[in-house]
C-alpha cells in the first residue's frame, strides 16, 4: 500500500475534522477525505479503520475538545458563574465545531474503554458544576441529561435554522441558561 510522505494519521484526522466542520458529519467520506489530502481512498485505510473508524475518530477528538473547553471555561469558578461558563462553552463550541460536536451524540460503544473515558471526563466536569447537593449519583446522572438535553435542543434548533422570529437568539440562551441556574438552585430536577 503507497503512502503520502509526510501523511500521518493525526493529518487524516484533522482533515476529516475540518471537512466535518465546513460541511458536517454526515458528508464526511473516505472519498471526500482522500481528495482532500490528494490521495487515493485506498490509502486511508493505513491510518483508520475504513469510515466507521474514522467516524469513531473524529468523536474521540471531538469528545476529548470539548472536555478541554468545558474544562478550561469552569476553572476557578463556582456557583452560577460555573453554570453560566459551562452553557456558554458548550454553546461556543457547537458553534465553532458543528461537525466534532455532531460526531460525539451518540454514547460510546460499551466496549470502547477510550472513548468512554473521554466521555466519563465531560460528565464529571457537568457533575462538578451542575451537581453540588446530590449526593446520589443516579439523580446526579439524571441532572447531567436534562442539562444536556436543554442544551442540545436549543443548539439544535440554533444551527438548523429553526429560530426565525427575530427576537434576539442571545438573549432566548441567557434564559434558558437563567432557568438552568435556577433549577440548580432549587435542586427541582429531581
Given at each position: 500500500m503507497t503512502h503520502r510522505v509526510g501523511l500521518d494519521r493525526q493529518m487524516v484526522i484533522q482533515a476529516a475534522a475540518e471537512?466535518?466542520?465546513?460541511?458536517?458529519?454526515?458528508q464526511v467520506t473516505l472519498a471526500t477525505l482522500?481528495?482532500?489530502?490528494?490521495?487515493?481512498?485506498?490509502?486511508?485505510?493505513?491510518?483508520?479503520?475504513?469510515?466507521?473508524?474514522l467516524r469513531r475518530e473524529l468523536d474521540l477528538l471531538g469528545t476529548r475538545e470539548l472536555a478541554r473547553t468545558l474544562g478550561r471555561a469552569v476553572m476557578g469558578r463556582s456557583g452560577d458563574e460555573a453554570i453560566e461558563a459551562l452553557a456558554l462553552a458548550y454553546r461556543t463550541f457547537a458553534q465553532t465545531r458543528p461537525g466534532l460536536y455532531a460526531a460525539g451524540v451518540r454514547a460510546a460503544d460499551p466496549e470502547d474503554r477510550e472513548l468512554l473515558e473521554a466521555e466519563a471526563e465531560v460528565v464529571e466536569i457537568a457533575l462538578r458544576v451542575l451537581v453540588v447537593s446530590q449526593p446520589?449519583?443516579?439523580?446526579?446522572?439524571?441532572?447531567?441529561r436534562i442539562w444536556r438535553s436543554m442544551l442540545h435542543g436549543f443548539l439544535s434548533l440554533e444551527q438548523d435554522g429553526g429560530f426565525g422570529l427575530p427576537q434576539d437568539v442571545d438573549e432566548t440562551f441567557r434564559r434558558l441558561v437563567l432557568l438552568m441556574i435556577q433549577a440548580a438552585r432549587k435542586d427541582t430536577l429531581r
Open positions: 471537512l466535518a466542520d465546513a460541511n458536517g458529519v454526515e482522500a481528495a482532500r489530502l490528494g490521495v487515493r481512498t485506498p490509502t486511508l485505510y493505513h491510518y483508520v479503520d475504513g469510515l466507521d473508524g446520589d449519583r443516579d439523580d446526579a446522572i439524571h441532572t447531567v
